[in-house]
């Protein structure tokens, strides 16, 4: 048996030509094939088609056709966040242009653990992580020392831990986190993880939260202390009162994160960024571009404001970052991540903001922003459904008018095994509601309203008995 042939070198460009073909066509057939944003006959029946498409895991004698047959499995048993009624969560419509560049980097494959194995993407990786935290921080006059940086992650869970890890390392050793009801879970994760105290949670009873119950907590609790504030909510796209909670943090002198997976987007958006008005006070800042950035997953970062920060991630593995090595002039990578091997993620960033600009990007975030709003208005006009609130980002929740929660979880799981729409759910002001997150900048009007058509045919049809077709 010959060699198979390798995706870089020579005849790389050649070997992948006749594959990517092979993939497109079954990335278009499984597409086909699914007929709609989600495969038909919930779990069990796509647990059988896969089976059926993979038979023997490791066969003695390789198949051929391996590649059409799994990707098409693979694309007919999707979730296609490109579907305008695939709504469900914070999961977007990758851009062709960033993973056309998400190819080279697979099939070059560098290591972001030492120069020698990725030249110009440690390079390209510094640039773009330098232009992000100027993004969040600005320009500003900073002594060169205090110049913001941002590290490249795996997205808003990896952010939010290495920034309760260099605020634990700042304050020597222990820090104690507090933040709302309304915090990413990552966040309670990472403190556990870190063998950090229990948090300390403070109400958010309109889903934000409350500048004056974080100033008593402050207040009562010693130090040191780190504030995790969130700009752009999992539940509803809310965005906490941000300078408010910075000011509490300077009074008290406890450090302020900001999660910004959701919203921080919104910087690309000249009539949105007002919404982030604050985030520049943060010590750190969690930004993650799978999401408002619309990078194939992963694709997120943490911007820091002190770089000096970073000089606990230090670390000397002499067959990566030698001494004398360092000395003479080659980049030290081990201190910009908790990882040690890692795809340079950073190409698909550079091509898409260097192809796009932030005019480009901010056109997107305002058109999603605003399919919110047109849907938002949709549901408050119907008198089938109720409306939690006006949209803040690009999130609406919703429920039929007089439904019980038995009866919303009913519709969405009955949406999802139809294979209709893909919907999420929430828990607010103790009712349960259907979530449409919307990051699909081709959705249009019509798609908007064939999404209630569908939730309310079904509400219905669940509500009479009947079984629907």
């Not at 007919?76 to 469900?88: I, M, Q, R, T, V």
Request: proline residues 8%.
């Amino acid at each position: 048996m010959s060699t198979p042939p390798l995706a870089s070198g020579p005849e790389g460009p050649h070997a992948l030509r006749p594959l990517l073909d092979t993939v497109l066509e079954a990335l278009d057939s499984g597409a086909r094939a699914r007929g709609g944003p989600l495969p038909k006959g919930g779990p069990e029946t796509v647990a059988a088609h896969v089976r059926e498409a993979v038979g023997e895991v490791l066969p003695d004698q390789g198949d051929p056709h391996a590649l059409r047959t799994l990707v098409h499995a693979f694309a007919e048993g999707a979730a296609d966040p490109a579907h305008p009624l695939c709504a469900a969560h914070l999961h977007c419509p990758p851009l062709a242009i960033a993973t056309a560049a998400d190819l080279a980097a697979s099939a070059l494959n560098p290591s972001l653990d030492s120069w020698d194995q990725a030249p110009a993407a440690s390079e390209l990786e510094m640039l773009v992580a330098g232009a992000m935290a100027r993004e969040i921080y600005g320009d500003g006059q900073r002594a060169a020392t205090e110049t913001p940086d941002s590290l490249i992650t795996t997205g808003g869970t990896e952010s939010n831990q290495l920034a309760l890890l260099l605020a634990r390392e700042v304050h020597g050793g222990s820090v104690r986190l507090v933040c709302g009801t309304n915090a990413h879970h990552s966040l309670a994760r990472a403190a556990w993880l870190l063998g950090l105290p229990e948090p300390a949670v403070v109400p958010a009873p309109a889903g934000t939260l409350d500048p004056t119950a974080l100033d008593e907590t402050l207040t009562r609790l010693p130090g040191p202390l780190l504030v995790a504030a969130t700009a752009g909510t999992t539940d509803a796209g809310l965005i906490d009162p941000l300078p408010e909670i910075a000011a509490r943090c300077a009074a008290h002198g406890a450090r302020l994160h900001i999660d910004a997976a959701y919203g921080g987007g919104l910087l690309f958006s000249t009539r949105h960024r007002t919404a982030l008005t604050g985030l520049d006070a943060a010590d750190t800042v969690t930004l993650d571009l799978h999401k408002l950035g619309w990078q194939p997953i992963a694709a997120g970062l943490l911007a820091v404001k002190d770089p000096r920060d970073l000089t606990t991630l230090r670390q000397r593995a002499d067959y990566l970052n030698a001494a004398d090595d360092t000395e003479a002039g080659l980049p030290d990578l081990l201190g910009r991540s908790l990882r040690t091997t890692r795809r340079p993620d950073v190409l698909k960033l550079a091509v898409t903001l260097k192809t796009l600009g932030r005019s480009g990007l901010g056109t997107l975030v305002d058109q999603v922003c605003a399919r919110a709003r047109e849907f938002a208005a949709l549901v408050h006009d119907h008198p089938g459904f109720a409306l939690h609130a006006p949209p803040v980002i690009s999130t609406v929740l919703f429920r039929p008018a007089g439904a019980t929660d038995a009866t919303v979880a009913a519709v969405r799981r009955a949406l999802l095994t139809d294979g209709r729409a893909v919907l999420g759910r929430t828990r607010l002001d103790s009712r349960l509601w259907l979530k449409a997150t919307l990051l699909n900048p081709a959705t249009g009007p019509d798609d908007l309203a064939a999404l209630l058509h569908l939730v309310a045919a079904r509400r219905a049809t669940l509500v009479e008995g009947h079984t629907p077709r």
